[in-house]
Every structure is written in structure tokens, then in C-alpha cells.
């Protein structure tokens, strides 16, 4: 998921929206905290560091209610009879994460009339309608750089699976079988390929280091080049043409928000334009691509693999196209949820709880909409 970097000294000079109509700060009394987290069931207790759970709540609980405030926690966001639902009328902040997201739309801002703070536990803010958020005047934010390093680590895993034809081998092993040649007529090495990552913000920039020892061709586009002397460490090339670079491209690692813009940027008619056999890693958020165009492709071999922990919606539906198509490398969003990521993500959260409840500022790279204005990479 790329994150912010130069452009957020813009954050500086936002002003207040004229529809403005809530307190960007917490204002005093007894507040009640709303958590949608995704169930650990059996596992809860194999790791006591296992906190972005419902059965921990990121482990806030008992300082929050130390501190004399309400904190409901549930894994039940969809429906107009779910226990989210229940608690709209009166919640003063919702925690929701990427991972099992609370879909917060118009429709809920509008029923929320306390509500004054929204908070990702982790990053990407997608599943929050930020227009109507802004015009509400509430304040949203997020713990920037929480798992970049787990997210990037987890996308140059993908890319190797991908390559080396990884899982038809783990297949036969489980089934039984023996051949050498259903894996290798189609499993390469890495090196001298060309991968080409869309967006270089801080995953970007963490994957392109961690393919320099590699010995690949790299590749970048984005809206601002990275930092020259990263750009002569890693050898990466920016393109400033996207059109131009993804044909060129042995490998795609999409590593940009979700915006109007970015929506279904990766439709039929570019794919079509791409190498075939072409490899796709999508980490960031899975409306970016055209579902049914990715399927199809990967069903004619034009996509010669495709892997991502990211799905439209989200938990995937069971009969997702994804699920079923040839030479998928997916998983359920997990990526940025390793226990090291639970822990800072958790830690941010309660950072920025305790800057609300004291009327504080919170760091500014967490913004994603303050007094009605979105974050540069949002707009």
C-alpha cells in the first residue's frame, strides 16, 4: 500500500471546511470507542501478542476504561442489523482496520451524529468514504509506516512463489505426486528480469531495495521521483509514462492507494497490452484491477500468475473469480498483520487516542482528513 511522503507539508496549511459541523478534538467527559477487528476464535491464546483481534481490541481495554471511557469491540460490520449498526447513533471515535474493514459510508457518517474520530489500525483508508468525511468535518488518520516493512517483505515473497512456479510443486506434494517437469517448464529465476513496481512510496521504495541484490531491472512510476541517491543505490529507473512502462514490465507490483483515480486502473484494454506471461503482485488494495479482466487473463495465460492479498470486497465472497482461476498465488489480506505489525499498529492507535482525548495534534503523516481537507495523495 503506498504511503505519504514529500506533499504532506501540504497537511500544514489546510483550513477549516465551511460544512464543518464536528470537534476535530475530543471534548470532555466519557467517550465511547467503537473497535471492528476480525475474530482470532481458536488462535487467541497461541500468542499473547496477537492483538489486532476482537479478542484483545489492539490491548486498549483496560487503559480505556481506566480512564472512565466505553469500549465495544465486534467483528459484525455488514447489514443494517449488525452490532456496528447498533452503536452508530452514539459512538464518539471507530477504529476499523484494512484487514476486516468497517465500510463507512455516507449513509453511516450521516446516522453517526457524535462521532468525531476515525482511525485506521494499520494503513489505507479506502473503506472510508473521505469525501463525506471531510464535508462532516470529522478528522480521519492512520498509523503511517505501521507495516510497510511487513508488507513489502510479504510482496517480494509473492514475486518469488510466482517465478520459481512455487505452488504446483507444494501441490503435488500434498496430493501425492511426483512431476519434475509440471513445475519446471515453467519456473525462472529472478534475476535479469524487469519489475516494475507502480508507486514508490514507502513499500515501493522498501521493495525496490530489497531487489537490488537481485540483479533485476527496476523499474517505478509515480507522481514525484524518489530520492536521488536511493534511485543510484537501488538502480531503479523512473517512468514517467505508465502507459510506457508496464509492457516493458517481466513482473507488476502495484503498490498505490485507492483513489477515483486509481479505481480499476489495471482494466482489459491495459492488460491486454502487457508481455504475455506477464506476473502481478497487488498488495495494495484489489479494486485498483478489473476482477473479471484479471481472471480472464489469467484463464487465457495472458497473466502468467497472479498473487495478492487484496480482494473487492472484503472477507472475499465464496464464489470470487479470484478463488478459482489458473495460476493465482492468493491469500486473504494478511500482509500487513504479521504479529510485528499488530504490535505498532496497536501502539499508533493508542498514541492517537491519548493525543484526542488531551486535545493534542496528532503526528502529521496520520492525517488522512483534517478540518475538511483530504491528504495530498487522496485528493
Not at 489486532?52 to 471511557?69: A, K, N, P
Not at 482494466?267 to 502481478?280: P, Q, T
Amino acid at each position: 500500500m503506498a504511503m505519504r511522503r514529500a506533499g504532506m507539508s501540504a497537511i500544514r496549511a489546510l483550513c477549516s471546511s465551511p460544512n464543518s459541523t464536528r470537534h476535530v478534538h475530543s471534548t470532555a467527559g466519557s467517550k465511547k470507542i467503537v473497535g471492528v477487528f476480525y475474530k482470532a476464535n481458536e488462535y487467541a491464546e497461541l500468542n499473547p501478542n496477537f492483538v489486532g483481534t476482537v479478542e484483545r481490541g489492539l490491548g486498549i481495554r483496560d487503559w480505556l476504561e481506566s480512564q472512565g471511557h466505553q469500549y465495544i469491540v465486534t467483528d459484525d460490520k455488514e447489514g443494517p442489523d449488525c452490532e456496528l449498526e447498533k452503536h452508530l447513533s452514539d459512538l464518539h471515535v471507530l477504529i476499523t482496520t484494512p484487514f476486516h474493514p468497517a465500510y463507512v459510508t455516507a449513509e453511516r457518517i450521516k446516522k453517526a451524529k457524535n462521532l468525531q474520530l476515525l482511525l485506521t489500525a494499520g494503513i489505507g483508508s479506502d473503506h472510508i468514504d473521505l469525501k463525506a468525511a471531510a464535508e462532516a468535518g470529522l478528522t480521519v488518520a492512520e498509523v503511517t509506516g505501521s507495516n510497510v516493512v511487513s508488507v513489502a517483505e510479504d510482496e517480494l515473497m509473492r514475486i518469488l512463489i510466482l517465478v520459481r512456479n512455487f505452488l504446483p510443486g507444494y501441490h503435488q506434494v500434498i496430493n501425492g505426486e511426483w512431476n519434475v517437469a509440471g513445475i519446471a517448464h515453467r519456473a525462472y529465476d529472478l534475476e535479469g528480469k524487469t519489475v516494475g513496481t507502480v508507486g514508490a512510496g514507502r513499500i515501493g521504495r522498501l521493495l525496490l531495495q530489497r531487489l537490488k541484490p537481485f540483479n533485476c531491472h527496476l523499474l517505478y512510476h509515480d507522481r514525484i521521483k524518489i530520492d536521488p541517491q536511493l534511485e543510484n543505490e537501488t538502480g531503479a529507473k523512473f517512468e514517467e509514462d505508465l502507459d510506457a512502462m508496464l509492457p516493458k514490465c517481466d513482473i507488476i507490483v502495484l503498490n498505490m492507494p485507492l483513489t477515483e483515480k486509481t479505481r480499476g486502473m489495471l482494466d482489459k484494454e491495459r492488460i491486454s497490452k502487457l508481455k504475455k506471461g506477464v506476473l502481478i503482485v497487488n498488495n495494495a488494495r484489489g479494486a485498483l484491477v478489473d476482477t473479471q479482466a484479471v481472471a480472464d487473463a489469467c484463464a487465457s495465460g495472458h497473466i502468467g500468475g497472479y498473487s495478492g492479498d487484496v480482494w473487492f470486497p472484503q472477507p472475499a465472497p465464496k464464489d470470487h473469480p479470484w478463488r478459482y482461476m489458473p495460476n493465482q498465488a492468493m491469500t486473504p489480506h494478511i500482509s500487513g498483520t504479521t504479529i510485528d505489525a499488530q504490535l505498532r499498529y496497536a501502539a499508533g492507535t493508542k498514541d492517537m487516542l491519548d493525543r484526542y482525548f488531551k486535545g493534542e495534534e496528532f503526528p502529521l503523516q496520520n492525517y488522512i482528513v483534517k478540518e475538511g481537507v483530504l491528504a495530498p495523495q487522496y485528493r
